[in-house]
């Protein structure tokens, strides 16, 4: 329950069953090259692909064919592997063909064949595990998606499909805990319902928040891991926990300002970017897990310690462990286990048009004290549209219901509070040694975080013509929360172990939080000869969120049955609002020569409504190149697989506080006894964000045949 505390598995039992179907347009193909037909005038690849250790089939594998030494436009076909490895593409124009075969864990192969109008071309492939993933597409801090081996900064991706077989996740905390350098994940309080603190390469600012920008599906979203009532400790619940760790493929890390110029003036603390599951064509998929479990406080005895005081009668010291103590004396144990309950159930399929993924999760845990709960309801549908071959539409929607009730919300009801500020010469008094009250007044008082949550995101990924891309994002993350904290009059009123709060109060803080997203870029690609290929992108972006918040407080309740606010005898109430709107510009250009050398150079600019007035906007440059020297004809190094030389250069800010620039005022009462304003902040037209700078660089390397990683 402290700082201190630990939770861990007894039992972690998951239940899975799949049907998996072969996508229409596949199938088709697959019977067609099994006649052995093919268009007239064109020519018919089919082949399979295998996994090169163990010869068997791979799903999944993107294969494309086109002539040789193209490699975009429309005459470039492709087709994915059925379950069985097979695949077809028709179509093909005759002549040299070059075929390409990738997946994501494997080295991507390129085969050159002969195809003849009206034949069929057999190819089959054997695909090689590749740890060190170049050829991966990433989507964060770029202005596109685009391969890894063309960015000079580090990005890491963290596979949540592959973590949540083999470890019992139930947050994204813990998803991304230990998983990837320089991302530090502070501990939690020990409570179930209480979120982790995210820090990327440690402190970037002394006055100003250390939280990286959370994504989801390219939408802003309160990530905040101190919502709800606050808690002993400083910990409270995670928004950022909100999300069902079973709806994410993928996260995908950016360190520092070199990695987040093109986020701006929020994204020196580095940018966490969530990418949910999507649908695949085929026959509808079906997925149940079920997780059973229990947590527990180890060592409790020795972490209450033993107390001692000195007894002003006697002169003689006193010690009692209160823990073992109160188990000794037949009142139980403070602490036992607690039960862990999730299940989940998803749905994906589609066609090569329309694809989906739906999903729905109930989460029922228990703490280590047995009113420390933690009910979590959630639903999600993305769905994937194709119209025609040049626009495709994404849309995801999100529900989330949490309700949350914790037990460390004040020092005279905190458990582990009482039992280490204990007092032995009060073992014979009411409150039993503990500090304040025991442990039959704890559960008395109730402590919840109730919140519901919407997100939703609209993108449009338009391509008019081959060579030209645009993607424009639309979203919303609504929350809307509710926490408060009852203290119910006691019987003997302000002679209680609790005192004055014996009377009884309750206060209730009601929170609308809003953040809406609008991202649109555009990249234009273009070739100078056959070595050369350039990339001029260009982008938008507008955030906006605002956060209203009402309190109220009723305090002193005349008799037992009331709990409301406006029960309370004396009462008192707030309401704030803060607004905070950015706009932000960028253009970059990037340079590839022969898919090994690139040279990226970018500027975005930033005008923030907490800027001052005489503070017109803010600039960040980005200077970045990566060589991957591995693939150079005359590089040829024993053991050493792939080697790639990265750099990169950049600059990030930390925006300031809403009202941080203007000058404020408070009420007052004033001559006459007449309302007035007081001077309560003086201001500074000219602030402007902290600004951090940053030159990364570094080195990734396969070895030993491609099954040990290096980077630095």
Do not use: C
């Not at 018919?44 to 799903?59: E, F, L, N, Q, R």
């Not at 994940?185 to 990327?200: A, D, E, F, H, N």
């Not at 025609?388 to 005279?412: P, V």
């Amino acid at each position: 329950m402290s700082k201190r505390s630990g939770s861990r598995w007894l039992l972690f039992a998951l239940l899975s069953f799949t049907g998996v179907g072969v996508a229409g347009g596949v199938a088709a193909g697959v019977a067609g090259a099994q006649a052995g037909v093919a268009p007239q005038g064109t020519a018919t690849i089919t082949g399979t692909i295998t996994d090169s250790a163990g010869h068997a089939p791979i799903a999944g594998v993107q294969v494309s064919a086109g002539p040789a030494g193209v490699t975009s436009g429309t005459t470039i076909k492709g087709a994915v592997t059925a379950p069985n490895g097979r695949f077809t593409i028709t179509g093909v124009a005759p002549g040299a063909v070059t075929v390409r075969a990738r997946l994501l864990g494997f080295a991507p192969v390129t085969r050159q064949v002969t195809a003849s109008a009206g034949s069929v071309t057999t190819v089959d492939i054997a695909l090689m595990h590749q740890t060190a993933l170049l050829d991966q597409v990433v989507v964060t801090g770029t202005a596109g998606a685009t391969q890894r081996r063309a960015v000079g900064n580090v990005i890491e991706s963290i596979k949540a499909t592959d973590i949540l077989t083999v470890a019992p996740v139930t947050t994204v905390g813990q998803l991304v805990e230990g998983r990837t350098p320089g991302l530090t994940v502070l501990p939690s309080s020990g409570q179930v319902g209480t979120g982790s603190q995210l820090r990327v390469r440690g402190v970037s600012s002394l006055s100003l928040t250390n939280e990286p920008l959370i994504y989801i599906d390219g939408v802003r979203m309160d990530g905040n891991a101190s919502r709800g009532p606050s808690q002993r400790g400083g910990m409270g619940t995670s928004a950022l926990d909100d999300i069902n760790p079973e709806d994410i493929e993928s996260i995908e890390v950016i360190k520092g300002p070199a990695a987040g110029t093109l986020y701006g003036t929020e994204a020196s603390n580095g940018v966490i970017h969530i990418i949910t599951k999507r649908g695949r064509s085929g026959k509808a998929s079906w997925n149940f897990s079920q997780r059973l479990g229990t947590n527990w406080l180890a060592n409790p005895g020795g972490r209450a310690g033993t107390l001692y005081a000195k007894d002003p009668a006697t002169q003689q010291l006193d010690s009692v462990n209160l823990y073992l103590h109160e188990a000794q004396s037949g009142n139980g144990p403070i602490f036992t286990n607690g039960m862990l309950e999730g299940t989940n159930l998803s749905l994906a399929g589609g066609s090569d048009l329309a694809r989906y993924f739906t999903s729905v999760n109930y989460d029922d845990d228990v703490g280590v004290v047995p009113w420390n709960v933690a009910k979590k309801l959630g639903a999600r549908a993305n769905l994937d549209l194709l119209v025609g071959n040049k626009l495709k539409i994404t849309t995801n929607m999100a529900y989330l219901r949490n309700r949350i009730r914790l037990a460390q919300g004040a020092i005279d009801i905190d458990p582990f509070s009482n039992l280490i500020w204990g007092n032995p010469l009060t073992l014979t008094k009411g409150q039993r040694g503990f500090n304040t009250s025991p442990p039959e007044e704890w559960s008395t008082v109730e402590s919840h975080a109730d919140v519901d949550r919407t997100t939703s995101n609209l993108t449009l990924n338009y391509t008019p013509i081959s060579w030209f891309t645009n993607r424009l994002v639309a979203g919303l993350d609504a929350s809307t929360e509710n926490n408060w904290v009852l203290y119910p009059r006691q019987p003997k009123g302000n002679l209680d172990f609790l005192g004055n709060n014996g009377l009884g109060s309750k206060s209730v803080g009601r929170a609308l939080h809003n953040f809406i997203t609008l991202d649109y870029s555009g990249s234009a690609k273009y070739h100078r000869g056959d070595d050369l290929d350039f990339t001029s992108s260009v982008g938008l972006q507008y955030y906006h969120q605002d956060l209203n918040t009402i309190t109220a407080t009723g305090s002193n309740f005349p008799a037992i049955p009331i709990t409301t606010v406006s029960g309370g005898t004396t009462r008192t109430g707030a309401e704030t609002y803060t607004g905070n709107a950015t706009v932000g510009v960028f253009g970059q250009e990037e340079m590839a020569w022969r898919n090994r050398v690139f040279l990226t150079v970018a500027l975005r600019g930033d005008d923030n409504s907490a800027f001052g007035k005489q503070f017109k906007a803010a600039y960040y440059p980005k200077f970045s190149g990566s060589w991957v020297i591995g693939e150079e004809p005359w590089f040829h190094v024993p053991f050493v697989n792939s080697l790639r030389l990265r750099a990169a250069y950049g600059a990030s800010g930390t925006q300031p506080g809403a009202f941080d620039a203007a000058q404020l005022y408070a009420p007052s009462v004033g001559y006459a006894d007449q309302p007035g304003l007081v001077p309560s902040a003086f201001g500074n037209p000219a602030l402007r964000p902290e600004l951090s700078k940053e030159i990364e660089m570094g080195f990734e390397s396969t070895v030993l045949g491609g099954t040990t990683d290096i980077s630095y």
